[in-house]
């Protein structure tokens, strides 16, 4: 006679509000057009770099930090700060006539991403305490931002070509202000009030050591591994993150709670959202390129043709919560790993039998969306789950961290060994030293070389370099697929076989 009664008390204590939130919070998917950018301002060749990295810079560098504020201040105050943020820097590019404006405004972009992140999934779990509709919860969000990822490059692009790259920026304010005005409303505040000083030792350490390791890793990309600039920031690195993290243990009330990892099924959760980053963020590089410079195809009309793969983690990532319900998470995870691997490995496979072409390509983004929308939503229910109430911003600052350094190193590490392969793969080109250098640093220099020569002798270089370009991207892509496999090997291998997220602790 007793659990009727426990179960309407259960459902009394939900938050009414709760599937509002949601909304509130999934509307935080903002993105920034570049392309005419470079035409407008003219940046200088590093200047076009900083542009770009420094917006992953601040956001890895802050991440931390402001999850750790997030706990002490409340995470909704923080999360309206961050969006504060964000419409004040995308009015500073919006109204930027220099290079220099554009990357403060990026800058400032990341501060503000770096709030917003580990402040909308600490939210969701404070509001969502049915572990079932958390779950699913978690899996709207997750394919939120995820089909935001990819659909917001076609979004600016068609902006940018009608109005100008400003109004990629502009689109960013109307969207803040009104996730801040109804945040106000109905979003609840929480936090975790944290005893003893605010420990800025760790707060310089942390910054120093993720400012250090993105850049690094980034560097790692541009200059290869032959660059001493990026061996030297990796060594910072790793002194610095070294430092933070024996601090962490020694504190009582630590800014981020580095035993975290010593769960299992966080830490291998953390870990199939890493290596599954390192694969995606170099696949997505690298068949971009090979759609603008290889197909000849626009910035836009290459994204479109990505469009299969958010299309599939869209649709996988909203039914992995009942596939959750029912079969071993273990199970689950390993075979959106294992969709993974596959949808890595098809385009190699499809080059091998003479059958590459978009259509063949569309099929592997599809299969490895759907595999990135089981894999991610699985790792991130199981991560946030794993992790104690008080510490759910520093679990979701790491997730975050998972997420931005796995595509960064995947483009750094995987994107120099397919340029690697590209340049092994060139033929005698009949160039003088300029241009040999110039095709031989990249295929974007190459496609330019050809525009510029043009004629039967430019669509010839094109057609060679888009071959060599080809012969590097798809051994690349099947080394990028041993990635997920690894993972999936450790989930099958260490997760334990009753592990049920989506179910509440009795």
């Given at each position: 006679?007793?659990?009727?009664p426990?179960?309407?008390d259960?459902?009394?204590?939900?938050?009414?509000?709760?599937?509002?939130?949601?909304?509130?919070?999934?509307?935080?998917?903002?993105?920034?057009?570049f392309?005419?950018?470079?035409?407008?301002?003219?940046?200088?060749?590093?200047?076009?770099?900083?542009?770009?990295?420094?917006?992953?810079?601040?956001?890895?560098?802050?991440?931390?930090?402001?999850?750790?504020?997030?706990?002490r201040?409340g995470?909704?105050?923080?999360?309206?700060?961050g969006?504060?943020v964000?419409?004040?820097?995308?009015?500073?590019?919006?109204?930027?006539?220099?290079?220099?404006?554009?990357?403060?405004?990026?800058a400032?972009l990341?501060?503000?991403?770096?709030?917003?992140?580990?402040?909308t999934?600490?939210i969701?779990?404070?509001?969502f305490?049915?572990?079932?509709?958390?779950?699913?919860?978690?899996?709207?969000?997750?394919a939120?931002?995820g089909?935001?990822?990819?659909?917001?490059?076609?979004?600016?692009g068609l902006?940018v070509?009608?109005?100008?790259?400003?109004?990629?920026?502009?689109l960013?304010?109307?969207?803040?202000?009104?996730?801040i005005?109804?945040?106000?409303?109905?979003?609840?505040?929480s936090?975790?009030?944290?005893e003893?000083?605010?420990?800025?030792?760790?707060?310089?350490?942390?910054?120093?050591?993720m400012?250090?390791?993105?850049?690094?890793?980034?560097?790692?990309?541009?200059?290869?591994?032959?660059?001493?600039?990026?061996w030297?920031l990796l060594?910072?690195?790793?002194?610095?993150?070294t430092?933070?993290?024996?601090?962490?243990?020694?504190l009582a009330?630590?800014?981020l709670?580095?035993?975290?990892?010593?769960?299992?099924?966080f830490?291998?959760?953390?870990?199939?959202i890493?290596?599954?980053?390192?694969?995606?963020?170099?696949?997505?590089?690298?068949?971009?390129q090979?759609?603008?410079?290889?197909?000849?195809?626009?910035?836009?009309?290459?994204?479109?043709?990505?469009?299969?793969a958010?299309?599939?983690?869209?649709?996988t990532?909203?039914?992995?919560?009942?596939?959750?319900?029912?079969?071993?998470?273990?199970?689950?995870?390993?075979?959106?790993?294992?969709?993974m691997?596959?949808?890595?490995?098809?385009?190699?496979?499809?080059?091998?039998?003479?059958?590459?072409?978009?259509?063949?390509?569309?099929?592997?983004?599809?299969?490895?969306?759907?595999?990135?929308?089981?894999?991610?939503?699985?790792?991130?229910?199981?991560?946030m789950?794993?992790?104690?109430a008080?510490?759910?911003?520093?679990?979701?600052?790491?997730?975050?961290?998972?997420?931005?350094?796995?595509?960064?190193?995947?483009?750094?590490?995987?994107?120099?060994?397919?340029?690697?392969?590209?340049?092994?793969?060139?033929?005698?080109?009949?160039?003088?030293?300029?241009?040999?250098?110039?095709?031989?640093?990249?295929?974007?220099?190459?496609a330019?070389?050809?525009?510029?020569?043009?004629g039967p002798?430019?669509?010839?270089?094109?057609?060679?370099?888009?071959?060599a370009?080809?012969?590097?991207?798809?051994?690349?892509?099947?080394?990028a697929?041993?990635?997920?496999l690894?993972?999936?090997?450790?989930?099958?291998?260490?997760?334990?076989?009753?592990?049920?997220?989506?179910?509440?602790?009795?």
């Amino acid at each position: 006679m007793h659990p009727a009664p426990a179960r309407q008390d259960t459902r009394a204590q939900l938050d009414p509000r709760r599937w509002a939130v949601l909304a509130i919070l999934s509307g935080s998917l903002l993105n920034v057009a570049f392309p005419s950018l470079v035409a407008d301002l003219q940046p200088s060749s590093v200047q076009q770099l900083w542009i770009i990295d420094v917006y992953a810079l601040a956001l890895s560098g802050v991440l931390v930090t402001a999850g750790a504020l997030g706990d002490r201040w409340g995470r909704k105050r923080m999360l309206l700060i961050g969006f504060g943020v964000f419409a004040l820097a995308s009015l500073i590019a919006v109204f930027a006539t220099a290079p220099w404006q554009v990357i403060a405004a990026r800058a400032l972009l990341g501060v503000g991403g770096a709030a917003i992140m580990p402040s909308t999934l600490s939210i969701l779990r404070h509001v969502f305490t049915d572990a079932r509709e958390r779950a699913l919860a978690y899996a709207v969000w997750a394919a939120v931002f995820g089909g935001g990822m990819a659909l917001g490059p076609v979004v600016g692009g068609l902006l940018v070509e009608k109005n100008g790259w400003q109004s990629a920026f502009l689109l960013n304010v109307p969207v803040a202000l009104a996730v801040i005005a109804f945040g106000l409303w109905l979003l609840p505040e929480s936090r975790q009030p944290r005893e003893g000083r605010w420990d800025w030792w760790g707060v310089g350490q942390s910054v120093v050591g993720m400012l250090a390791l993105a850049g690094g890793i980034k560097q790692l990309g541009k200059g290869g591994p032959a660059d001493p600039v990026a061996w030297t920031l990796l060594a910072l690195a790793a002194v610095a993150l070294t430092v933070f993290v024996r601090r962490q243990l020694r504190l009582a009330q630590p800014l981020l709670r580095v035993r975290l990892f010593a769960s299992r099924s966080f830490s291998i959760a953390a870990a199939a959202i890493f290596l599954g980053m390192i694969a995606l963020g170099s696949a997505l590089f690298l068949i971009t390129q090979w759609f603008q410079y290889g197909e000849g195809y626009t910035p836009l009309e290459a994204g479109i043709r990505l469009l299969p793969a958010p299309l599939g983690l869209v649709v996988t990532s909203l039914v992995t919560p009942t596939l959750m319900h029912r079969l071993p998470i273990r199970h689950i995870l390993g075979g959106g790993l294992l969709m993974m691997t596959a949808g890595l490995a098809l385009p190699w496979i499809f080059q091998q039998t003479g059958t590459l072409g978009y259509p063949s390509v569309a099929f592997a983004l599809a299969v490895l969306g759907c595999g990135v929308g089981i894999a991610t939503t699985v790792a991130s229910v199981t991560l946030m789950a794993s992790a104690p109430a008080r510490d759910v911003s520093g679990a979701a600052a790491i997730e975050e961290t998972c997420y931005e350094l796995g595509a960064a190193m995947g483009v750094a590490i995987l994107g120099s060994v397919a340029s690697a392969l590209y340049r092994a793969h060139l033929p005698e080109l009949g160039l003088d030293g300029a241009q040999t250098a110039a095709v031989r640093d990249s295929v974007g220099e190459a496609a330019h070389l050809a525009g510029q020569t043009g004629g039967p002798a430019g669509a010839a270089l094109l057609e060679k370099v888009s071959e060599a370009f080809t012969a590097g991207m798809t051994p690349t892509f099947l080394l990028a697929a041993v990635l997920p496999l690894a993972a999936a090997a450790l989930t099958w291998a260490k997760i334990p076989k009753d592990l049920r997220p989506t179910e509440n602790a009795h």
